[in-house]
């Protein structure tokens, strides 16, 4: 794996949230976000033209309220539902999960350390705090979903969730990148978790970037020590952009001082 690439004017640019932007906690709704952060997404937004989304596996609600009043295009939920740069917020059909909520709830019931996190589209039982149950929550999830149809298990850090079959982080970035603005620029995606991994594989094939954020095997082309160390890129990234113009171009100067409108 190589340095970091170079955020340029036409780059489009996809960030996962826990253990992206932001420290992993250790329980969903614990996370901080570092000071300066929103700052730094909302310049960049502006600076790339739109051209700046989240993918996560959180509900969209989620991000707004930790990047609040910041609202960017999102896929939330790994493509489940989003909201476009347009504002339109194509989504799915919620998938039948009583059994899963049921489950989950039974195990986080007899369990002390599991944690259920109800989404909108899925459902997702966290083990942070009890890695040595890792094999239950995963044996007990293959159970409820065997043989069904419409549903299926995603494996993240320390949690199992049943979500729609299908759905993926390298398939909503596959579908920003069909939209505007995000046609026909070069895609470069950070993330950390396994979940990612489709999300690498999506902008790679594209002729984009994927950036690991830690440790662990991937496919993506760049690794980033910490999502401190992202963070830093991003401020980094911010200050060497060249801003946009009125005419919605870069002011872009040469070595010899005179100035080009970008594209």
Not at 45 to 67: E, S
């Amino acid at each position: 794996m190589s340095l970091l690439p170079t955020v340029l004017p036409d780059t489009a640019l996809f960030l996962d949230f826990d253990g992206t932007l932001a420290d992993i906690a250790p329980t969903p709704d614990a996370v901080k976000v570092p000071g300066g952060l929103v700052s730094t997404l909302a310049a960049l937004h502006q600076q790339l033209g739109g051209a700046l989304a989240i993918v996560t596996g959180r509900p969209i609600a989620d991000v707004d309220h930790f990047l609040y009043p910041l609202q960017l295009p999102t896929a939330g939920e790994h493509g489940a539902q989003y909201r476009l740069a347009d504002g339109s917020r194509p989504s799915i059909d919620q998938p039948p999960l009583h059994d899963a909520v049921e489950a989950m709830t039974s195990l986080a019931q007899t369990y002390a350390g599991l944690l259920v996190e109800h989404k909108p589209h899925s459902v997702a039982l966290h083990y942070r705090h009890a890695p040595e149950l890792e094999g239950l929550c995963r044996a007990s999830m293959q159970k409820v979903v065997a043989g069904r149809s419409g549903v299926e298990l995603l494996y993240g850090k320390c949690v199992v969730e049943v979500k729609p079959a299908g759905i993926h982080k390298g398939q909503a970035i596959t579908f920003f990148m069909s939209t505007a603005p995000f046609a026909g620029r070069v895609p470069i995606f950070a993330g950390d978790d396994v979940t990612d991994e489709y999300g690498f594989t999506a902008v790679q094939q594209l002729g984009g970037r994927g950036i690991k954020i830690g440790e662990g095997a991937s496919e993506a082309l760049h690794r980033c020590l910490s999502a401190a160390a992202l963070r830093g890129w991003l401020a980094s990234a911010r200050t060497t952009l060249p801003p946009l113009t009125e005419s919605g171009g870069w002011d872009i100067s040469d070595a010899s001082g005179n100035q080009r409108q970008g594209i």
